[in-house]
């Protein structure tokens, strides 16, 4: 088995294999809006939700992008649901352009403000989360040395559904059909569902 130390990153191979490793990783789509009114949409594939109780979603930014100054501001973010029909709209709406421009009016996607938080969501999402930041961690590497990775922690206040993905009473994930990040510019969604019980102890 191949092996090779970080720090050097002597992997050998064409491309950085880590985001492949750790993968397939949900979309956080980031919906904020600035101070001065602006709303900003963006795509974030270091997310995931951290806790149930309270529920608490993550989501990491690489540099200080629009996102991060926008919630350190505002203290609040929505998080859209991101499913294999809206591919091209989630793509569209990862282009890098001035902060202030509607990344919205850019995707052809409709904002719809939340009710709890100001901060806009995608209102053609099979579901939605209204968050409030808890922390912003900048990250540090085991030496202590600042990264450039910052590190937004907020707690869902409210959660949007459309009736159209819930059957038999569940969210259902088979309907929904969630965009998964992969490695390099890879991505899957779900096509497969199955249920899978714990095994139980026996005395």
């Known amino acids: 088995m191949r092996f090779y130390e970080t720090t050097e990153n002597a992997h050998g191979?064409?491309?950085?294999?880590?985001?492949?490793?750790v993968a397939p990783r949900p979309i956080g789509w980031i919906g904020s809006r600035g101070?001065?009114?602006?709303?900003?949409?963006?795509?974030y594939s270091f997310f995931n939700a951290v806790s149930d109780r309270p529920k608490i979603?993550?989501?990491?930014?690489?540099g200080r992008?629009?996102?991060l100054r926008n919630v350190e501001e505002t203290g609040e973010f929505t998080t859209s649901f991101v499913s294999a029909n809206?591919?091209?709209?989630?793509?569209?709406?990862?282009?890098?352009?001035?902060?202030?421009?509607?990344?919205?009016?850019?995707?052809?996607?409709?904002?719809?403000d939340g009710k709890l938080v100001k901060a806009p969501?995608?209102?053609?999402?099979?579901?939605?989360?209204e968050c409030r930041v808890t922390e912003i961690l900048?990250?540090?590497?085991?030496?202590?040395?600042?990264?450039?990775?910052?590190?937004?922690?907020?707690q869902v206040v409210g959660i949007h559904l459309d009736e159209k993905a819930i059957r038999n009473g569940r969210f259902d994930a088979s309907i929904?059909?969630?965009?998964?990040?992969?490695?390099y510019m890879d991505y899957a969604h779900i096509s497969d569902v199955f249920e899978l019980a714990r095994p139980s102890v026996k005395s």
Do not use: C, Q, W
Not at 90 to 111: C, I, K, Q, R, W
């Open 13 to 21: 191979l064409a491309h950085d294999p880590f985001k492949a490793i």
């Open 35 to 43: 101070t001065n009114g602006t709303r900003n949409l963006a795509p």
């Open 57 to 62: 979603v993550m989501f990491s930014s690489s």
């Open 65 to 67: 992008k629009d996102s």
């Open 86 to 112: 809206l591919t091209e709209n989630m793509n569209a709406s990862s282009a890098a352009v001035p902060y202030g421009e509607d990344e919205f009016a850019l995707a052809g996607l409709t904002p719809v």
């Open 121 to 129: 969501f995608v209102g053609e999402a099979f579901a939605a989360l």
């Open 138 to 154: 900048r990250l540090s590497d085991v030496s202590g040395e600042p990264s450039d990775s910052y590190a937004v922690f907020g």
């Open 176 to 183: 929904a059909r969630p965009l998964l990040r992969m490695g």
